[in-house]
């Protein structure tokens, strides 16, 4: 057997340093250069690399994502999840090939804990700062509002996941090969840090996976070769840790063992039921494929589209939904093989190393627990660095034998590693070509040059942002001119972004206000289908209003209007809806009265509570809308709306109580009331990485009361898409 080559004594710390870099919140592809020499060197400094079949498996990961990121809806999103999974097999077989027995595993952990101890200190001075926040905000609760805890800019849910496979992590040296008084100390530091890091997180699905991991830790302190009364010390410690956290924040963690018993976990249960059934649902449109990774919002927008009130989020809510809609079925089985595998190659394991391997194989188990209530692993570069590690250390006591394998020279595997590196840098340099493009047509755009606007963006790939900014530009061409063909290329580039991203419900939108302009009946046949089908959603309402009123039918436009107000409140605060008010008070009094006798009703959900609330004060009621903003505060505090208004019915009188809770947010000049044109340019960037709210052209604004519908071909602002009534 070859002996193991003295300069690799530098890969524990060289492991530790890149695991390091994957928290920096940038550079990606410098990372995944980086990455690609240091495999490279490793790999020139052996004579042949045994590739077994887990080495295959999470190679043909990467070649399954390189195939949907190019015939997938989210082209451009897909970069960003392509690199993240590159640096995962890079850091795979860099560990992989540089960790292959305990003389190289115990000082790569040893490092590893000393890194683990620095963030844990860092992410507990955060909560720290948090809390701080909340306690002088005059909030008894923490749990209300641990969504503002993002210790280095993570999801509290993100990086609770995180903490938690570090425990796992952490847990090795001291259940398996540390024997020593000082090795056990230098790990338990670490290791209790953890624990409180995940008390701290106020995660129900944080603490259903942590009391799985005491379950499996407690057995394998039970079951090792310790004396009795270290077992229990063991034991107890662990035990005095979690308890000691429990009872500092007694309430707050009270409220997360009791699962359902706020409002915010009751909406949050039900939305994870409902989403089971949209995984099924769009399935069905791509089940091989999927949507693309990171696309699980845009493969389930469909069924999801018409509750534009609803916060934006693209995190699935299991990570069997995340790989049947993003990654299709080829790649769900994929993974599923990867595990498959894992459990197969430790069946082989000699009886000397299996204790060890079976932990990790079981903390794996937990790890996929926690997947299952919230799917983040596959989508953080940081959480795919750790499942390398884990990868990694499953494979590094099993012996040449037990692993199997074939063996390649390392010729071929440095050509691979060349083959693979350069096809990510051909992505990444389309990629950046098209981002020039699309920040070219910005400027042109803002300058009024939109012929100029128009061939650059034809310059990009044939995609949907390429298209819809087209689309936009040839109709802010054809209101200047007049020109019929532009029209017709609005026309063209709108169903060719329809046709690349059919599951963007909002592109229909954009194709109805183009035909619109000289096929109106067809574009409100189009409209009234899209209100239909989402009766609840404020831009279609709002959409079939504008063009009801701009051919003259102003009484049948009024409801419409009516159900976009109650929708988005802010419509009332906007500069068009004033405009509207003063060229047509007539269809304005009648969508106000409307109004009035819709919100008389009072209703039991907080966030219409707080819709309710924030309209009557609109139009005028401080009374009513005090009580119903009050309710909505108490049953969901950290809403913002609520407070927003308190603040303004009580003016001057304001209680510095009330103030105190309305600095919470630092900025009390907007709400929480978000519409479907500032959801979808938070939407346009995870899909497309291109802020789409940017589209010149398509605006329709009805403020004359003469009932035409004005085109206007201009940028609009962060608030808007088509017209300004936000």
């Given at each position: 057997?070859?002996?193991?080559?003295?300069?690799?004594?530098?890969?524990?710390?060289?492991?530790?340093?890149?695991?390091?870099?994957?928290?920096?919140?940038?550079?990606?592809?410098?990372?995944?250069?980086?990455?690609?020499?240091?495999?490279?060197?490793?790999?020139?400094?052996?004579?042949?690399?045994?590739?077994?079949?887990?080495?295959?498996?999470?190679?043909?990961?990467?070649?399954?994502?390189?195939?949907?990121?190019?015939?997938?809806?989210?082209?451009?999103?897909?970069?960003?999840?392509?690199?993240?999974?590159?640096?995962?097999?890079?850091?795979?077989?860099?560990?992989?090939?540089?960790?292959?027995?305990?003389?190289?595993?115990?000082?790569?952990?040893?490092?590893?804990?000393?890194?683990?101890?620095?963030?844990?200190?860092?992410?507990?001075?955060?909560?720290?700062?948090?809390?701080?926040?909340?306690?002088?905000?005059?909030?008894?609760?923490?749990?209300?509002?641990?969504?503002?805890?993002?210790?280095?800019?993570?999801?509290?849910?993100?990086?609770?996941?995180?903490?938690?496979?570090?425990?796992?992590?952490?847990?090795?040296?001291?259940?398996?090969?540390?024997?020593?008084?000082?090795?056990?100390?230098?790990?338990?530091?670490p290791f209790c840090l953890l624990l409180v890091c995940?008390?701290?997180?106020?995660?129900?699905?944080?603490?259903?996976?942590?009391?799985?991991?005491?379950?499996?830790?407690?057995?394998?302190?039970?079951?090792?070769?310790?004396?009795?009364?270290?077992?229990?010390?063991?034991?107890?410690?662990?035990?005095?840790?979690?308890?000691?956290?429990?009872?500092?924040?007694?309430?707050?963690?009270?409220?997360?063992?009791?699962?359902?018993?706020?409002?915010?976990?009751?909406?949050?249960?039900?939305?994870?039921?409902?989403?089971?059934?949209?995984?099924?649902?769009?399935?069905?449109?791509?089940?091989?494929?999927?949507?693309?990774?990171?696309?699980?919002?845009?493969?389930?927008?469909?069924?999801?589209?018409?509750?534009?009130?609803?916060?934006?989020?693209?995190?699935?809510?299991?990570?069997?939904?995340?790989?049947?809609?993003?990654?299709?079925?080829?790649?769900?089985?994929?993974?599923?093989?990867?595990?498959?595998?894992?459990?197969?190659?430790?069946?082989?394991?000699?009886?000397?190393?299996?204790?060890?391997?079976?932990?990790?194989?079981?903390?794996?188990?937990?790890?996929?627990?926690?997947?299952?209530?919230?799917?983040?692993?596959?989508?953080?570069?940081?959480?795919?660095?750790?499942?390398?590690?884990?990868?990694?250390?499953?494979?590094?006591?099993?012996?040449?034998?037990?692993?199997?394998?074939?063996?390649?020279?390392?010729?071929?595997?440095?050509?691979?590693?060349?083959?693979?590196?350069?096809?990510?840098?051909?992505?990444?340099?389309?990629?950046?070509?098209?981002?020039?493009?699309?920040?070219?047509?910005?400027?042109?755009?803002?300058?009024?040059?939109?012929?100029?606007?128009?061939?650059?963006?034809?310059?990009?790939?044939?995609?949907?942002?390429?298209?819809?900014?087209?689309?936009?530009?040839?109709?802010?061409?054809?209101?200047?001119?007049?020109?019929?063909?532009?029209?017709?290329?609005?026309?063209?580039?709108?169903?060719?972004?329809?046709?690349?991203?059919?599951?963007?419900?909002?592109?229909?939108?954009?194709?109805?206000?183009?035909?619109?302009?000289n096929k109106k009946e067809k574009a409100l046949g189009?409209?009234?289908?899209?209100?239909?089908?989402?009766?609840?959603?404020?831009?279609?309402?709002?959409?079939?209003?504008?063009?009801?009123?701009?051919?003259?039918?102003?009484?049948?436009?009024?409801?419409?209007?009516?159900?976009?107000?109650?929708?988005?409140?802010?419509?009332?605060?906007?500069?068009?809806?004033?405009?509207?008010?003063?060229?047509?008070?007539?269809?304005?009094?009648?969508?106000?009265?409307?109004?009035?006798?819709?919100?008389?009703?009072?209703?039991?959900?907080?966030?219409?509570?707080?819709?309710?609330?924030?309209?009557?004060?609109?139009?005028?009621?401080?009374?009513?809308?005090?009580?119903?903003?009050?309710?909505?505060?108490?049953?969901?505090?950290?809403?913002?709306?609520?407070?927003?208004?308190?603040?303004?019915?009580?003016?001057?009188?304001?209680?510095?109580?009330?103030?105190?809770?309305?600095?919470?947010?630092?900025?009390?000049?907007?709400?929480?009331?978000?519409?479907?044109?500032?959801?979808?340019?938070?939407?346009?960037?995870?899909?497309?990485?291109?802020?789409?709210?940017?589209?010149?052209?398509?605006?329709?604004?009805?403020?004359?009361?003469?009932?035409?519908?004005?085109?206007?071909?201009?940028?609009?602002?962060?608030?808007?898409?088509?017209?300004?009534?936000?």
């Open positions: 057997m070859t002996k193991p080559i003295a300069s690799y004594n530098f890969m524990p710390t060289l492991g530790v340093i890149l695991f390091a870099l994957c928290f920096a919140q940038s550079r990606a592809f410098a990372m995944a250069g980086i990455y690609t020499c240091v495999l490279f060197g490793v790999v020139y400094k052996k004579g042949t690399i045994r590739f077994n079949l887990l080495d295959g498996l999470v190679l043909a990961l990467w070649v399954w994502e390189f195939i949907i990121g190019m015939f997938t809806e989210g082209q451009n999103n897909c970069i960003s999840y392509l690199t993240g999974q590159y640096l995962f097999i890079t850091y795979y077989f860099i560990l992989r090939l540089g960790l292959r027995d305990v003389s190289t595993v115990k000082p790569f952990m040893r490092i590893l804990l000393v890194f683990i101890f620095m963030i844990s200190v860092i992410s507990l001075v955060s909560f720290g700062l948090f809390a701080g926040l909340v306690y002088d905000a005059g909030f008894e609760s923490l749990y209300d509002f641990k969504y503002l805890y993002r210790p280095f800019g993570s999801l509290n849910n993100v990086w609770g996941t995180l903490m938690l496979m570090l425990l796992g992590i952490a847990a090795i040296p001291l259940l398996t090969y540390a024997q020593k008084g000082k090795e056990v100390i230098f790990g338990i530091i995940l008390v701290c997180s106020f995660s129900r699905g944080i603490y259903i996976c942590l009391a799985l991991s005491m379950l499996l830790i407690s057995y394998y302190i039970l079951t090792s070769n310790d004396k009795t009364h270290i077992k229990l010390i063991k034991l107890i410690s662990l035990a005095v840790v979690l308890i000691g956290m429990v009872f500092v924040f007694k309430n707050d963690a009270l409220r997360t063992m009791r699962l359902v018993e706020t409002e915010s976990q009751q909406r949050s249960l039900q939305a994870r039921v409902n989403a089971l059934d949209y995984t099924w649902q769009a399935l069905k449109n791509n089940p091989w494929m999927g949507c693309g990774t990171g696309n699980y919002s845009l493969a389930v927008n469909e069924y999801t589209f018409e509750h534009n009130g609803d916060s934006f989020t693209n995190m699935a809510p299991n990570v069997f939904s995340q790989l049947l809609l993003e990654k299709g079925v080829v790649g769900t089985v994929l993974w599923g093989l990867v595990f498959l595998i894992e459990c197969i190659m430790l069946s082989k394991c000699s009886f000397v190393n299996r204790r060890g391997q079976v932990f990790l194989f079981l903390f794996l188990l937990v790890i996929f627990a926690r997947e299952m209530s919230f799917a983040a692993i596959l989508t953080d570069k940081r959480l795919l660095a750790a499942l390398a590690i884990w990868l990694a250390l499953s494979q590094c006591n099993i012996s040449k034998e037990e692993n199997g394998g074939v063996a390649f020279p390392k010729t071929v595997c440095m050509i691979m590693i060349i083959i693979g590196f350069s096809g990510l840098s051909v992505y990444h340099f389309i990629f950046w070509h098209d981002q020039k493009c699309y920040q070219d047509y910005s400027i042109f755009a803002s300058e009024k040059d939109y012929v100029s606007a128009y061939e650059k963006v034809n310059q990009a790939r044939d995609n949907v942002a390429s298209n819809v900014l087209a689309s936009s530009a040839c109709m802010a061409i054809y209101n200047e001119h007049q020109d019929g063909r532009y029209l017709s290329l609005a026309q063209k580039h709108i169903d060719r972004a329809v046709t690349f991203s059919p599951n963007d419900a909002y592109l229909l939108g954009c194709r109805a206000v183009v035909q619109y302009r189009e409209a009234k289908s899209l209100v239909a089908k989402f009766p609840e959603n404020t831009f279609y309402r709002l959409l079939l209003a504008d063009m009801l009123y701009g051919v003259g039918k102003r009484k049948e436009s009024i409801p419409h209007f009516t159900k976009a107000v109650i929708a988005s409140p802010s419509i009332l605060e906007s500069k068009s809806w004033k405009e509207f008010v003063g060229n047509d008070r007539i269809v304005a009094d009648d969508i106000m009265d409307a109004i009035k006798l819709e919100t008389a009703n009072k209703p039991d959900d907080p966030l219409r509570l707080s819709r309710y609330g924030k309209l009557l004060y609109l139009l005028g009621d401080s009374t009513v809308a005090k009580e119903y903003l009050s309710e909505a505060a108490a049953m969901l505090p950290n809403l913002k709306t609520p407070w927003v208004y308190l603040a303004k019915i009580a003016g001057a009188n304001a209680s510095p109580e009330l103030l105190r809770h309305l600095a919470i947010w630092n900025d009390t000049s907007s709400s929480e009331d978000n519409n479907d044109y500032s959801n979808y340019n938070v939407k346009s960037m995870h899909w497309y990485l291109y802020p789409l709210h940017r589209s010149i052209g398509f605006r329709i604004c009805c403020p004359q009361s003469s009932g035409k519908v004005v085109f206007e071909g201009k940028d609009t602002d962060i608030k808007s898409i088509y017209y300004d009534r936000t």
